[in-house]
């Protein structure tokens, strides 16, 4: 067998629907791709010259996919909290991205948000945020996947004065990394109260000519859906749909309040639901309907939104949480199992955000991102069922390997393309007396 790596000495969950785990397994990749996924013996002894990575007995399985992010607002966490989202967002964070947020601090932000991501199994990320070159080019050097969308708002970001400025950034990105090996370009209207009519449709129309995803913030709150139907007679996400810009290429995030009809929306446009629970909790938003958009067969994800309202990037912790909180609020226990949380975090994920032809499952032919998850601490013995331990047992700190395009970018904890240490150093130094700063 030609391949030059093996992930190996694990339990493999493949995410491949129906299929069982596979103890004592491995995952062959040649290159970027993976070429194998079956028993470790016998893929190790088919190509004796691969190098192996140990995986120590624990699980080996597709890289975790945030579906929802601002990359850079890790350089806010903890700046304002126990707040509702509009204070939160027009009192506080808004004045201070003016602020603090220039190409180099959404690099900066970008690259502490991508080293604790990485470090807690996330190899695929949907980043909504401003200044989208640095964010891929950044990403590229980190070596972590991502959909990487220019935000529209209606009044001035860090990086465009003016929504149309904003378009003509978004239309440069589109043609710029429309063939980039590891980010894909997106197009990202911030949500129907805070982007008029009709550049909501002008977003659209620049996604469906270059076929790029159309990323959105939406029924995020009670407030927003207030507001709509006042203004517009009808439910965000059927005033979306009466505008003509949902579609498949959709990424929704949050979508808390819905109706049964909204709902029958989304799922006849083929929209993918980005679901944020521990951002919603937090901001007093409300708890998503994930149970009911799976059984209408929605294509949904999770994401961790931005540091700044979570206030971390822990995906594995957010989605364990919602676990619970989805059986507590239905009131019964068999309220989304183990697996399908567990389908969610990856292959899920990835057809949110409509890469599931080459993420989100380990498979032959697929993108060699994989993460192996370590079973040897007290909270992690003994081991039953892999699924249930990965979704109410594991924790961040139990990542122990990371691979993203058949590139390694955390062994044994450790993260291989980032100076942790310089890095945090970095952060600490540039937001260094914000607060004082936007006082005076």
């Known amino acids: 067998m030609d391949c030059d790596l093996i992930i190996a000495n694990g ?3 493949t995410m491949v629907p129906g299929a069982a785990p596979i103890p004592a397994g491995a995952v062959a990749v040649r290159g970027t791709d993976i070429v194998a996924v079956g028993p470790a013996r016998d893929l190790i002894a088919a190509a004796p010259g691969a190098r192996v990575i140990d995986a120590g007995g624990g699980l080996i399985l597709p890289g975790f996919v945030n579906t929802h992010m601002h990359l850079a607002m890790s350089l806010m966490r903890g700046f304002a909290d ?3 989202l509009m204070t939160w967002l027009e009192k506080h964070i808004w ?4 602020t603090l947020m220039t190409a180099d601090t959404v690099a900066l932000g970008t690259r502490l948000a991508a080293a604790e991501s990485l470090k807690a199994g996330v190899t695929c990320i949907c980043d909504m945020y401003f200044h989208a070159p640095r964010v891929i080019d950044t990403l590229t050097e980190i070596g972590l996947r991502g959909v990487v969308a220019e935000s529209l708002i209606d009044h001035p970001t860090p990086s465009c004065p003016t929504p149309e400025v904003a378009l ?3 239309r440069e990105l589109l043609e710029r990394y429309a063939d980039h ?5 997106a197009v990202a209207p911030h949500s129907p109260y805070s982007v008029c009519a009709a550049n909501l449709v002008k977003e659209a129309e620049l996604a469906d000519e270059f076929g790029a995803p159309f990323v959105t913030h939406l029924a995020e709150t009670r407030w ?7 203004e517009k007679g009808m439910t965000p996400v059927a005033y979306l749909a009466d505008l003509g810009v949902l579609s498949e290429r959709t990424v929704a995030a949050h979508c808390v309040h819905v109706t049964p009809d909204d709902l029958d929306i989304l799922a006849e446009f083929e929209v993918g639901v980005a679901s944020n629970p521990v ?6 938003s409300g708890v998503a309907p994930v149970p009911q958009m799976v059984e209408r067969g929605l294509k949904v994800g999770f994401g961790t939104d931005g540091a700044a309202s979570n206030n971390t990037l822990d995906l594995l912790r957010d989605v364990q949480l919602a676990a619970l909180v989805y059986k507590g609020v239905a009131a019964d226990p068999t309220c989304m199992p183990a697996r399908t949380i567990a389908e969610l975090l990856t292959i899920g994920g990835a057809r949110v955000l409509g890469l599931a032809d080459k993420v989100g499952s380990l498979e032959p032919g697929k993108r060699a991102d994989v993460v192996c998850i370590g079973v040897d601490s007290p909270h992690a013995v003994p081991v039953f069922e892999p699924y249930a331990h990965l979704v109410y047992a594991a924790r961040a700190a139990d990542v122990r390997h990371v691979v993203v395009d058949g590139r390694v970018l955390v062994r044994d904890g450790e993260l291989e393309t980032l100076d942790e240490a310089a890095l945090l150093a970095e952060a600490r130094q540039a ?9 005076g």
């Open 82 to 84: 126990d707040l509702p």
């Open 279 to 284: 951002s919603n909790l937090k901001l007093g």
């Open 181 to 185: 090996p590891l980010c894909v370009p």
């Open 431 to 439: 937001t260094n007396g914000l607060v004082e700063r936007l006082k």
């Open 11 to 13: 339990t493999v969950l």
């Open 168 to 170: 003509t950034r978004q």
């Open 224 to 230: 927003e859906v207030e507001k709509i139907t006042a």
């Open 95 to 98: 004045p201070a991205e003016r």
